[in-house]
């Protein structure tokens, strides 16, 4: 399983971006898709998730501005960032749970995309 992101870069404060990750490989089935993002000297934490059943969870700093989608079609998510700040500078990183034949479900992350916010 490989999980492809895209559309990281240098956003101004106020600005949007938008992130992209499509799986892709020889599983079954993808049961959640998420967003995780790590600052310098700082631990992943999870910026917003997408259950297959359609329960979204975002974390309380980012309510309002990022919107997170996801095409079970594409197996792609996407995460919409709006009215970015300084502190959103960070690595973002897609994970996904799938199940893979004869292993099971696990969790896979891509490579990550650098977002910068910056004037």
């Known amino acids: 399983v490989q999980l492809q992101a895209s559309g990281g870069g240098l956003v101004q404060p106020g600005g949007s971006l938008r992130l992209s990750c499509a799986a892709s490989g020889t599983f079954f089935r993808i049961n959640y898709m998420g967003w995780f993002r790590q600052a310098p000297g700082k631990q992943r934490d999870l910026v917003a998730g997408f259950t297959s059943g359609g329960s979204i969870t975002y974390v309380d700093s980012v309510k309002g501005r990022f919107t997170i989608s996801r095409d079970n079609a594409k197996n792609t998510v996407y995460l919409q960032m709006n009215s970015r700040k300084l502190e959103d500078t960070a690595v973002y990183l897609c994970?996904?749970?799938?199940?893979?034949?004869?292993?099971?479900?696990?969790?896979?992350w891509g490579k990550g995309t650098q977002v910068t916010v910056s004037s």
């Open positions: 994970a996904a749970d799938v199940s893979v034949p004869n292993l099971g479900f696990g969790r896979y």
